[in-house]
């Protein structure tokens, strides 16, 4: 009897594993890993990417100035945020000035928004496209940007930390999206196959 109530147990476990596993809404997947770090970082931008630009075009533009709390950004600057954020970090990367100065935490038409986030994550993409392995582990200087000191680093650090704030505030945005009553576009493309 009690080996029969482990059994059970065990199984449960491990369908809730499995399902959890399935459920994963990165887009990306496990099998997306690979030894190579700079296809690696190309395949976690074109998710997280894909999931800003979908999740800004979904938001109603009505919704541009929600805020959660009175101390927290409008989705309009959360969104401005990461298009600063993306025009700063891909141009560190290739090592030039970044060729956009606006500060788009101050708009807040949602057209506007939506064309400056995915002109700053085009311009990613020529960054993370043009990085290999070898130019990944490229010394380069970060300069003083917004919360930033100069530093030493290398190339693919940069792209990295670019692809990790994106899905930092991508988790923002889901809530956003959430409190709204709006299914956010990873969860949405979860079950669909991957291309």
């Known amino acids: ?22 459920a ?13 770090l700079s296809a690696v970082a190309k395949t976690r ?6 999931n800003l630009a979908d999740a800004a075009q979904a938001m109603p533009s009505d919704e541009y100035s929600f805020r959660p709390t009175p101390d927290v950004r409008t989705f309009a600057q959360l969104v401005g945020h990461v298009i600063n954020a993306n025009w700063f ?3 560190q990367a290739k090592q030039e000035k970044p060729p956009v100065a606006t500060n788009h935490e101050q708009l807040t038409d949602k057209a506007a928004l939506v064309k400056a986030l995915n002109d700053s994550l085009a ?7 043009a990085t290999t392995d070898a130019t990944f582990t490229q010394p380069v200087q ?14 693919g650090a940069i792209l990295m930390f670019n692809t ?10 889901v809530v956003y999206m959430r409190l709204k009553g709006h299914v956010p576009p990873s ?9």
């Open 1 to 22: 009897m009690r080996t029969k109530r482990i059994l059970r147990h065990l199984v449960a476990v491990m369908i809730g594993v499995s399902s959890t596993v399935s």
């Open 187 to 195: 969860t949405a493309s979860a079950g669909q196959p991957r291309k």
């Open 164 to 173: 990790t704030h994106n899905n930092e505030h991508y988790g923002n945005i």
């Open 89 to 91: 970090f891909c141009s």
């Open 142 to 155: 970060v300069q003083s940007g917004p919360g930033t000191s100069p530093a030493n680093t290398v190339r």
């Open 24 to 36: 994963q809404t990165t887009g990306a997947g496990y099998d997306a890993q690979t030894p190579s």
């Open 123 to 129: 311009y990613c993409d020529q960054v993370y496209s």
């Open 45 to 50: 931008h074109a998710t997280i990417r894909r």
